[in-house]
């Protein structure tokens, strides 16, 4: 089994569940409490690390569905902002962005790590990646962000993406399964086929991303609106990790952090 480092942090078997904590710097986010604005982003930040994150996911755009456009430039600039606020800071920090030129610009920062929805299915992004040395969080992907609409397909992307950083010559990233309804073609169906299946997706040897925080089916049955979703999104976590998840993304990072210490304690990973 393959392990995966960002900065000092290992990520895989025989090392602890890291949480990853979400700042985002898009106000059309899906979930308007976790919209960090300019000149909070360093604070906010300290604070996730003190409650127990270990890496700090930093986007600029939503990939909610019906979420407005913005421009690649637009998000670039957002993210270079926030960025600016991090660099020197020492922490971990990934950026969560599927686009080249955004990457590109983030490299001027102090950045650890690449979060790719697209799953490196856009070779120029994967070029940057290696020439960089980055290790990379990737999801299952085909032909554009989270396109499975199958548990069965879900495995074949990871197996094309996993394919995609042999053919690059990336090492060290982590694998996504995708949770979440990144097109029209996805129902939540397929959320709930994903989790009751997590640990399948471990059959490619790498450390695996469980990022459920706060999604739409766990609204279900009564269409519960995100802020109304803590609770669903730690008991699921809980049952990821007992079904091998190496790393949590969230939005919630002290309540996470709880739910971690003590599942890994029941799984033998404290």
Not at 16 to 44: A, H, K, T, W
Not at 63 to 78: F, H, K, V
Request: overall charge negative; aromatic content about 6%.
């Amino acid at each position: 089994m393959h392990r995966c480092v960002v900065k000092d942090i290992t990520i895989g078997p025989g090392f602890p569940v890291r949480l990853m904590g979400v700042i985002n710097c898009s106000p059309e986010s899906f979930f308007q409490g976790s919209y960090v604005g300019p000149g909070f982003i360093l604070d906010r930040a300290e604070e996730m690390v003190r409650q127990g994150a270990a890496i700090i996911d930093i986007g600029a755009r939503s990939t909610a569905p019906l979420s407005p456009p913005i421009s690649e430039a637009t998000e670039a600039d957002r993210l270079s902002a926030a960025l600016r606020e991090m660099d020197g800071s020492g922490i971990p920090v990934s950026v969560d962005t599927m686009y080249p030129s955004v990457l590109e610009r983030s490299l001027s920062h102090d950045i650890h790590a690449a979060n790719d929805i697209s799953g490196f299915s856009n070779p120029a992004y994967a070029r940057i990646v290696a020439d960089a040395a980055l290790p990379a969080f990737l999801m299952a992907s085909h032909r554009t962000q989270g396109d499975a609409t199958s548990f069965r397909e879900t495995l074949a992307h990871l197996a094309l993406v996993d394919a995609r950083c042999e053919e690059t010559g990336v090492s060290s990233y982590v694998l996504d399964p995708g949770i979440g309804l990144w097109n029209p073609a996805r129902s939540t169906a397929l959320d709930w086929e994903i989790c009751r299946n997590f640990e399948q997706c471990s059959r490619f040897g790498r450390p695996l991303l469980a990022a459920v925080s706060r999604k739409t089916f766990l609204g279900e049955p009564e269409g519960r609106p995100p802020e109304a979703r803590l609770a669903a999104s730690l008991g699921i976590t809980a049952l990821l990790i007992a079904k091998g998840a190496d790393i949590v993304r969230t939005h919630d990072v002290r309540e996470t952090a709880d739910v971690i210490r003590m599942a890994a304690r029941v799984v033998d990973r404290a």
